[in-house]
């Protein structure tokens, strides 16, 4: 059983990865993408998106990080694979699954699951061109507009030679609208020859338990329900060892709310960022709790870092009795 961290652009960055594998419950995380076009990428590019190459590929709490790109020319992707295991890489994955438009106008993420052949060339240039030890997995979605190449660019992923395959369940025009197509991932789990991971609306523990039925996956990779909750992958670690969760209570989700912040201002004291993060993040809590939408609230039309700070510390206390 294996709990993968998603990589999310814009939203899971080294902060938030070391915030979610220090509450505990996983096995491994991904960067953001970084975006292979002509340039080759120097050092400190790959440390601005992946700075557990510096910590031997770990976060700070000692859960490994896999290196992600995004790209169509399988040349160049090749040679910057190989800068980046210069630098300390450990493992690459390939995006074949980002939705935004800006990304797949430039032949990027989603938009290359029209082209099987395309796929295959650039997972078989990768893999041939990486030294045998470095691992090559990839990430894809079940198609652009619908599922009708989907076991077909899963064939060409595993043909290539990826070791493994994440799949998100639904395609680039489903976006992230309810439902994802859990059954799609066991078809496709069917028809390959390397270990799949399952991917795509696991918001709860019975989200955790439903989709490894239906898709017969024990490997699943948790995106927006691990924001959202950020004590998600603990919840679910824990009732796979002993048939029984404890969700945390917002007291403790108020401690970490803090240190989030802490750790923004850490990494960029300018105001913006972790102002800017620490709102987008509890946009997204406050599905879940409505103490989260009280917090917004009360932050959301403040802008500098101290005055915020102040704020945080007084609702910490509040929820700690």
């Known amino acids: 059983m294996q709990l993968i961290l998603a990589p999310m652009q814009g ?3 080294d902060v938030m990865r070391d ?14 993408f970084v975006r292979i076009t002509h340039t080759v990428h120097s050092r400190p590019t790959w440390l601005k998106y992946a700075p557990e190459i510096a910590n031997r590929n770990l976060t700070p709490a000692g859960v490994p990080c896999t290196v992600q790109l995004l790209g169509s020319d ?9 800068e980046a295991v210069r630098f300390g890489a450990g493992k690459i994955d390939l995006n074949f699954g980002c939705p935004a438009p800006t990304v797949n106008k430039h032949k990027g993420g989603a938009v290359l699951l029209k082209e099987p052949e395309l796929i295959h060339h650039i997972v078989r240039t990768l893999r041939d061109s990486l030294p045998a030890h470095i691992p090559l997995t990839a990430k894809m979605r079940l198609g652009f507009e619908d599922k ?5 660019c899963a064939q060409a992923i595993a043909e290539g030679g990826a070791c493994g395959l994440t799949v998100h369940a639904r395609t680039k025009v489903e976006g992230y609208e309810p439902p994802a197509h859990w059954e799609w991932v066991r078809k496709i789990r ?9 991917n795509g609306d696991v918001f709860t523990l019975q989200d955790y338990l439903d ?5 017969g996956c024990n490997s699943v990779m948790l995106g927006r329900g691990a924001v959202m909750r950020p004590d998600l992958a603990r919840q679910i670690k824990q009732y796979e060892q002993s048939g029984s969760a404890r969700e945390a ?7 970490w709310i803090n240190l989030f912040f802490d750790l923004c201002t850490a990494k960029e004291a300018n105001n913006k960022y972790p102002v800017a993060r620490l709102k987008q993040w509890l946009g997204m809590m406050k599905r879940a709790y ?3 939408e009280d917090l917004f609230a009360r932050i959301r039309t403040l802008k500098e870092a101290a005055e915020v700070k102040q704020v945080l510390e007084s609702f910490e206390r509040e929820q700690k009795g």
């Open 190 to 198: 069917d028809a390959v020859n390397v270990p799949v991971t399952a």
């Open 249 to 255: 209570d917002f007291a403790e989700i108020a401690g």
């Open 148 to 152: 009708t190449l989907a076991l077909e």
């Open 19 to 32: 915030l979610l594998t220090h509450i505990g419950g996983f096995d491994e995380c991904v960067s953001e």
């Open 211 to 215: 989709i490894k039925t239906v898709s």
């Open 290 to 292: 409505p103490q989260a």
């Open 11 to 13: 939203l899971v960055d």
């Open 74 to 82: 399988a040349a160049n992707m090749a040679v910057n694979a190989l």
